[in-house]
């Protein structure tokens, strides 16, 4: 049978799931993408993309519709929150654009999201669809299906779960593993311009790290406003996903930070707040003709700010599979080969970061002595198998 007349159902209309979608119609398959929410969307906050996102965004298609909604900054800044003073920096204007033959940026999530979304709908061969909750799947003698809460049945050849961090998806292909909840909150706004203190609007992506508590701020949205994160450890069990949460308690938990960087956390009229929360990895994402994608297959903390990057690659690495090999199960394997060791690796290493930012006492002394000494080339070596990849690569 001609790809062209084979078809995937995909769960979840989030970065992983647009993107696999574009992957799979560009590759030759009709998709139809299956959104439990009334609209497909993006929540309002900031998102940094290193250039191993571009990369992947230029294999579907959509590199110069992201670069041009993008923020170029001049450098990613680590300062101490507690002496004021800089650790280290990586520059990331022309010399790393060329070393990496794409920029590092930020972007609104909705613009980013809106990209995808934009190509998805100008396709001929994806078609999305809204309020449709998948709660389960089957591998079938034809191909896999799934069933929605409503109770309708989406059959096709395959079925992508990109289902997010707790996706339904991912829940029966693995019996039910556990959600490990880090105990870390994360607080976001975004602010007017005008709101952010003048002697702050750095054309950086700047992170402050404190004694269990970092916050990270950029310009967004031709700098018409910053995004801000601020986040902290703590013991409460039962924040949820983004709900309200209160300036007494991010400023509660910021206290020995110097009032240069605290006073920005005074300016929020209204925060969103989440707890955080990784999956340890697992050795297969694959059931028959049903695969993982997304936070579905390795959910992260956003310490390494890869998480929608990963899902990008994850996207041209199966669309990739699939033009390779015509069965669709060998091409999941395939994909997961090659994917597991590299996604793994950024969400280990995220939850290693979230030590390092959050470092106290003489591990605070380490962190500051190990990256102050590093010059950027020395950064550029250590991140080069990161941003030089597409998802093409291991
Ligand atoms: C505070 C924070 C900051 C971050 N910063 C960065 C960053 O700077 N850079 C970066 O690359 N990443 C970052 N990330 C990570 C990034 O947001 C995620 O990795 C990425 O959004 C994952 O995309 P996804 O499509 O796999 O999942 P999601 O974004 O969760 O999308 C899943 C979609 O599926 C839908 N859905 C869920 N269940 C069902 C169902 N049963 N049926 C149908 N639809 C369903 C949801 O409504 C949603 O639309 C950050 C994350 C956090 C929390």
């Known amino acids: 049978m001609s790809k062209a007349k084979r078809s995937v159902v995909v769960a979840g209309g989030g970065i992983g799931g647009l993107s696999a979608a574009l992957s799979l119609a560009k590759t030759g398959f009709r998709v139809t993408v299956l959104e439990q929410a009334a609209q497909f969307g993006e929540i309002g906050a900031g998102i940094q993309i290193g250039p191993n996102a571009f990369h992947a965004m230029d294999w579907l298609g959509v590199g110069d519709a992201g670069r041009a909604k993008a923020v170029y900054i001049d450098k990613l800044i680590m300062m101490d929150g507690m002496s004021g003073e800089e650790i280290a920096h990586v520059p990331v204007d022309q010399p790393f654009r060329d070393r990496f033959k794409n920029p590092y940026a930020v ?9 995808l979304h934009d190509a998805c709908v100008a396709h001929p061969d ?17 191909g896999a299906k799934v069933v929605t809460e409503a109770g309708h049945v989406f059959e096709g050849d395959a079925v992508i779960g990109a289902d997010g961090v707790r ?19 994360a607080y976001r706004a975004v602010l007017p311009i005008e709101d952010m203190p003048e002697d702050l609007r750095w054309n950086a992506a700047t992170l402050w790290a404190g004694p269990k508590c970092h916050m990270v701020h950029y310009p967004l949205q031709g700098w018409k406003t910053f995004n801000l994160v601020a986040t902290f450890v703590t013991d409460i069990a039962n924040v949820g996903t983004n709900e309200p949460g209160t300036s007494e308690e991010v400023l509660s938990r910021f206290g020995d930070i110097v009032p240069r960087a605290r006073k920005l956390l005074e300016v929020p009229k209204t925060w969103r707040r989440w707890v955080l929360g990784d999956r340890d990895p697992i050795e297969n994402w694959t059931d028959g003709n049903v695969v993982l994608v997304g936070d579905a297959a390795h959910p992260t903390h956003q310490y390494f700010a890869q998480g929608a990057c990963m899902a990008l690659e994850d996207a041209v690495c199966l669309g990739d599979a699939l033009a390779r090999h015509e069965d669709f199960n060998t091409a999941f394997l395939a994909y997961q080969t090659l994917r597991i060791p ?10 290693e970061l979230g030590r390092v930012y959050h470092a106290q006492g003489v591990e605070r002394l380490v962190r500051n002595k190990w990256l102050g000494d590093k010059t950027p080339d020395g950064f550029y070596d250590s991140l080069a198998w990161l941003y030089g990849g597409n998802g093409l690569s291991g």
């Open 107 to 115: 972007i609104h999530r909705a613009d980013l999201h809106g990209v």
């Open 167 to 185: 996706s339904k998806i991912r829940e029966q292909l693995t019996g039910g593993d556990a959600l490990k909840l880090s105990g870390h909150v």
């Open 126 to 142: 994806v078609t999305l669809v809204n309020d449709e909750r998948v709660v389960a799947y089957e591998n079938t003698a034809t």
């Open 342 to 351: 590299r996604a793994y690796r950024v969400i280990l290493s995220s939850r």
